[in-house]
């Protein structure tokens, strides 16, 4: 294929062209970075809301012109070459792994690495708050024929003593024995405010894993947020499992798909697979240029966001009716409480409409979830403490 040239690219890109070239988008989706400079003032958005930026569908597009005329994109031809193969070798590379694959979701990364991994075996441990045990549509059994074994119930993870209880349980109590195949851990954990497994728990649980022969998937949707919160490289984490999966639009700009990394022989068996089940698409080049350019410098933009975050919650929680806690094990999501007696709509109305801060609306209990991503960075704490107050007084008004 050749390169899309800069005149065909806009071209291809009109408004008129959005609906060929990307699906719809939420209607609450977020400007990009590059249209806001640290020394303006803090338009259009800061969010609290998500796990990354989001563009509404014009500005993907324009997005996609910008990367296009730095560095044009490449197409690839059902998901081999071009842009597509430079970001899965850029993963294999970071995780430090033989290889990566494309895959269309995060669904079916779980589902394919979990069952690939298991071979003829059928018992997959899962954490009972995971993804795969609660969203996937019990593909793992529908699917592929493989039975997922929950631990831990209405907790963010397991431990080993509770998976070698697990595992003893089960071969003590069954009659007809079939196989343990594969052990899965998501972190962080969606349903649960974007909890951590401790990293020395991982280590213990593979460690034990890899001397029983049994393999390890990582559910690694945000595993980047993971890493900025918690201190570890993406590599470090990703050393104790045999494969990992890493979504691409959660914090990297992308509309959509999902990058499993393993060793050669697991991924090579991919390609196939991801035929049998309906996922090969055409071409995939648009979210592989939107991914590769926000996944230069992540690392470090997440690191500084979660440094300029633990700085601005200090400061607010010495504001008179404010209240910030973090969370045990948590990651980029925080408990936001106001005084009893505070109008919380109003509250939430002034920080939009006067300082362009979004939030979230108070669950049952009055909190409300900070979600912290790199939006952050588009403006000073001082400017936000100020944004904060002057809304409180409002709401109290």
């Avoid at 494309?102 to 003829?120: C, D, K, R």
């Amino acid at each position: 294929m050749k390169e899309l040239k800069r005149r065909n690219f806009l071209k291809l890109s009109g408004l008129a062209m959005v609906p060929a070239l990307l699906p719809a988008f939420a209607v609450n989706a977020k400007p990009p970075e590059a249209s806001i400079k640290n020394d303006a003032p803090p338009s259009p958005l800061i969010s609290f809301t998500d796990d990354g930026i989001h563009y509404p569908p014009d500005e993907y597009v324009a997005k996609l012109q910008e990367i296009s005329k730095k560095d044009p994109i490449k197409a690839d031809v059902y998901g081999g070459g071009g842009t597509l193969a430079a970001l899965q070798k850029k993963f294999a590379e970071i995780t430090g792994k033989e290889a990566a694959v494309y895959m269309p979701t995060g669904t079916m990364a779980n589902q394919l690495a979990i069952s690939v991994l298991s071979g003829e075996n059928t018992k997959i441990f899962v954490q009972d708050t995971s993804h795969i045990y609660r969203d996937e549509a019990d593909a793992a059994q529908s699917v592929h024929n493989k039975r997922l074994m929950p631990l831990a119930p209405n907790e963010p993870y397991f431990t080993l003593d509770d998976l070698k209880a697990g595992i003893n349980y089960t071969n003590d109590g069954e009659v007809f024995k079939s196989g343990i195949g594969a052990v899965a851990i998501e972190n962080p954990v969606r349903r649960c405010d974007g909890r951590q497994v401790p990293l020395e728990e991982i280590k213990k649980i593979s460690e034990f894993c890899r001397s029983k022969g049994y393999k390890l998937h990582l559910d690694g949707a945000r595993l980047y947020l993971a890493s900025a919160f918690g201190g570890a490289s993406i590599a470090e984490y990703a050393a104790n499992f045999d494969t990992v999966y890493i979504s691409l639009y959660k914090y990297l700009g992308a509309d959509g798909g999902a990058i499993l990394c393993g060793e050669k022989a697991v991924i090579d068996k991919m390609e196939h697979l991801i035929k049998i089940y309906g996922g090969t698409i055409f071409s995939n080049w648009s979210k592989a240029a939107m991914a590769l350019y926000h996944l230069d410098g992540l690392e470090d933009r997440l690191k500084k966001t979660a440094t300029q975050a633990t700085d601005l919650f200090e400061k607010l929680n010495k504001v008179p009716g404010l209240s910030v806690t973090a969370l045990k094990c948590g990651s980029n999501i925080f408990d936001f409480k106001l005084t009893a007696g505070t109008d919380v709509k109003k509250f939430k109305k002034a920080l939009y409409e006067n300082h362009k801060v979004v939030i979230r609306g108070a669950g049952p209990d009055g909190v409300i979830k900070l979600q912290v991503n790199e939006t952050l960075l588009r403006t000073d704490n001082q400017f936000l403490v100020k944004a904060f107050s002057d809304s409180l007084s409002v709401a109290k008004a």
